[in-house]
Structures are given as structure tokens and as C-alpha cells.
């Protein structure tokens, strides 16, 4: 995805228990569930070498071969989502803003007469600062756009030359002011740290030009080359030691670093890797944090369908090369790769793992009582040790990780799995 750097624990924050005053969950129709709805566009200008997002370099991007196939994909999927209202929409990659905007308001159409988007629907549309100017903007705008997050990365051209971006801070900057001139009142930009060549006084100043820009949003990744594919050129360079990037341990000074600064801007940390001024968290990824139902379009999107009960459910994810998704749409047939019967332990697991990772925390109680656990019995005593040595509040319903905790958030979530 343009500007989402591979996904990363995190470490350390300023913000701790008591941050509960999160977005309010999306106006539904009455008894209606939050629904998102993520369509993935797989085309960028070129291939950075760090990425292995399902994206590849393309001179000539098939605009309407893709809008139509993406149109298609979503009649197929009508039956496994009916009657549901979309809280959310989010264009991603892969670099969307190469998708022209009389594509995109297609899309929103369709997607608008499936699924009648709520009056607040959020709807954002990933941009790379290297296709961004004003006039592109304001025909997304007008196209129902109304989120823009802009793959910033880095404020350093040397930074930015070794993550192979071709952009420049100053590109980012406009892309940001264009972003405003067109209308956007909530913008995003997106961060890596712990990059070849990065220092903390580089990172801080990186933090510090991201606030200047003045967006409501900021995601703030560190950079992760092991277990990516040896096809991907910086993590085969790191392992045949070609590259050297920060270890762990001044990768961690630097998230902090870097989340201080964001928070003394006002950016509250709501996520591990997320930052935002209050109202403004990103409600499309707030309700893949507390489990909420989506479908996925594009090349190589994920969906996951929800049961009513809320304790099972299908996950898929789609063919990741264009081509093949091409093939198997043209023959009217659902461009899965793989799919999964998502049962309750699966459904226990991922609550626990992305619940703690949100500010807000994680009633465990609600989820004993949907899953038929008794975590907050069975283990009071990690419970209590862990808000003992301040890892967590815990007031026998809730828990919430504090600053500490979000650093040692898989272990935590390790140790309460029952
Ligand atoms: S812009 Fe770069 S990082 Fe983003 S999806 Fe394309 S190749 Fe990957």
C-alpha cells in the first residue's frame, strides 16, 4: 500500500490508560453494524525496494479494465454482504491517486447503490506525492473523496533515496497544501522511521515537519525488512549485508522519539502506530481494531464477512497478480486465492491482538461473553501482575495498556490467551 510501511509492534508512547475518548463509532441505521468497504489498486509510478505490497510498476495503467473488473467483483460479492450500510471506504495499494477520479466516482457510485453510505461516511483515497497536485485533488473531491492520506515517509532527500522513493519533501509539502486548496478538511500522512541512513535527530525533525504540515492524522511505521521475501531488494541487500538499518533497540528510541513529539502537537496516540487529534482517528481502520465486518476489492484485498452473532465468519483474500484477477472475473468467478472458515477461537484471538493495540483497551468482559471464555478469571493473576508493574489499568472489566504495555503488546496478549 502507498505510503504503509510493513507492520511493525511498535514501542513506547506517551499516552497511556484513560486515552478512551476515541472517534464515536459511525451513525448506522438503527441495529446496524460499523462496514467498511476497502478497494485495493495495485499500480504505482515504480517498485520501492522495501515494499512487498501486492503493487507493480506500470507506464500504462488499464483505468477502465480495472474499474470495470473491480465493478463486477462487487455484484459476485452482494450475496455473502447484504443489507448493509458502509461506515467507511478506503482506496488503497498500490498508489490509488493513479486512478483517475472519473473511475473512482464510478466506483463510489456502485458502491453507494449496494451499500447507501452513511451521512458520515468516511471515505479516503491514498496518495503518493509524486501524482498529487490540486486539480487531481478537487476531482476527487467532487468525486465523494473525502479523506486524503499522503505517503510522506520522510522529510530527508537522503532518507527518501534510500527507501527509493522518488519524490521530494517539498513535493509532500505541496501535495498537502493542494490537498487543502481542494477541499480536504482531514488529511493523513504516513511516516517510517528506522530507514537506512535515519538517525533520532533526523527522525525528530522528520516528526517535527510532519506536525508543521498541520494534518489531523498521522501513522507512524517502522521500517521492517525480516520475513519479507527474498524477491524484495532491501531485505535481501540486509541479509547478504549490503544495508545496514537501525537495530531494534535504536529503532525503539526513535518510535519514541517520534511519538513524543507527535503528542506534545496534540497528535494523541490511538493505536500503536497511530496518531490523530481527537475526532479524527481514521474510522475505516478502527473497525478492523475492534473486529468489525468489511469487504475487500482488488487485486489482492482481503474481506472479511461477519456473522450476526459475531462469533464466526469468512475471510478471503484475493489473487494477487492483475492478470489472474482479471481471468477469473472475465469467467464470472470470485478472484479468490485462498478463503477460511473463521470460528470463534480465531475470532478470540484476533480481538485480543488488535483490541490491546487501541488506547481505548479491550473489554474483556464483553468478550468472555461473546467467545464463552472466562479470561477475566482465569487469569486475574496476569491481570493484576501486569497493572501492578504498570503495564496496564485493569479495573476487573477493562484493560487498557499503557505506554509500557504497548511495547510488550504481543507478549501481553500471548500471556491472556486462554
Ligand atoms: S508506492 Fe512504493 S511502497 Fe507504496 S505500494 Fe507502491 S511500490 Fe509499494
Redesign the pocket.
Known sequence: ???KAPRSAGAGSESTAGDRALAPEPACPPGAQPFGIYLHFPY?LS??PY?D?A?RAAAIVPQERYTQAVRRELELRASEFPRRAATSVFFG???PSLWEAREVGGVLQALDRAYPFTADCEITLEA?PGASDEARFAAYRAAGVNRLSV?AQSFQPSVLQNLGRRHTPDETARAVQAARAAGFENVSVDLIYGAPGHTGALVLDDARRAVALGTEHVSAYALTLEHLAEEVPMARDRRRGLITVPDDDTQAQMGAVLRAELERAGLKRYEISNFAHPGREARHNLNYWRGGGYLGLGVSASGFARASDGRRGRRYTNRRAPESYFAALDRRELPEKEQERIGTREVLLERLYTGLRLTEGLDLATLDGLCGTAICRTKAQELTRFAAGGLCTWDGTRITLTERGLDLHTSIAAALTP
Open positions: 500500500m502507498d505510503g504505482c517498485k520501492c515494499c505490497f503493487s495499494g498500490g498508489t503518493n505517503g
